[in-house]
């Protein structure tokens, strides 16, 4: 099993955040202050209060963390986690605490990078001029059908040398996101004819809401978690090149 090369060095590594250095700094002035993604509007919420209570509220369970003990524990084991996050994503919000979880469990050190500066990451890669992460950020640029995106979280396991054991992009495959957004904007009349498109808008990001405060939303939290760990397992055991 031959690690992929990384561009992280410990001395970058060590300029993220730990995860409640990074809870600290969402709800800080400075943070408050740069452009958000579209969903909520550009403005930014403090969201550190629902961090903390998603990471108080995510569990491991017993065989997860014994997954986790045991590929640490393994030659070329994940030993650093280094997360790419914009709290305002509720995918970041959903799945980071989590990884927090995995990575004490694991005794990994963890660092988090936010993936923008002032203004919102746009386009393929990011511009260095504008965010001070963006040499991370285009190094684990998430790649599909022949496209580059910035995708948050990104979540990367590496290992004590800090080489790339496997890269974790967005959400779960079981939870199909996008169509999910699709079918309940329309159940609330999103670009309905004869509808008022602002208040369908908001019915549909209450439905959304109430989606994250849903059984389901665990459900997915976990689901991340056993992707994870699935993918470093047979990373291990197989090596990089059979990996999809």
Request: aromatic fraction near 10%.
């Amino acid at each position: 099993m031959h690690p992929t090369p990384s561009v992280v060095t410990a001395q970058r590594f060590a300029q993220g955040m730990t995860f409640d250095q990074y809870v600290a700094y969402t709800g800080t002035p400075d943070n408050l202050a740069r452009e958000a993604g579209w969903w909520l509007g550009t403005t930014r919420h403090d969201f550190s209060g629902l961090l903390r209570t998603r990471y108080d509220l995510c569990r491991l369970s017993e065989a997860q963390i014994a997954a986790i003990r045991w590929l640490a524990a393994q030659p070329g084991g994940p030993a650093n986690v280094l997360v790419i996050s914009e709290e305002w994503s509720s995918d970041c919000r959903r799945d980071v605490p989590i990884v927090a979880r995995l990575a004490e469990a694991g005794a990994l050190t963890l660092r988090i990078f936010p993936r923008d500066g002032d203004k919102l990451g746009r386009g393929p890669r990011a511009d260095p001029a504008d965010s001070p992460n963006a040499d991370l950020v285009n190094a684990f640029l998430n790649v599909k059908d022949g496209q580059t995106f910035q995708t948050v979280p990104t979540v990367v396991f590496l290992t004590k040398a800090l080489e790339v054991l496997y890269t974790y992009f967005e959400f779960p495959a079981i939870y199909h996101k996008m169509g999910l957004a699709k079918a309940m904007q329309a159940a609330a009349g999103v670009d309905r004819p004869g509808e008022n498109r602002e208040q369908a808008w908001g019915r549909f990001i209450r439905n959304w809401g109430g989606l994250q405060d849903s059984p389901f939303w665990q459900v997915w939290t976990s689901a991340a978690v056993d992707e994870m760990l699935s993918a470093l397992h047979e990373r291990l055991v197989v090596g990089p090149h059979e990996l999809p």
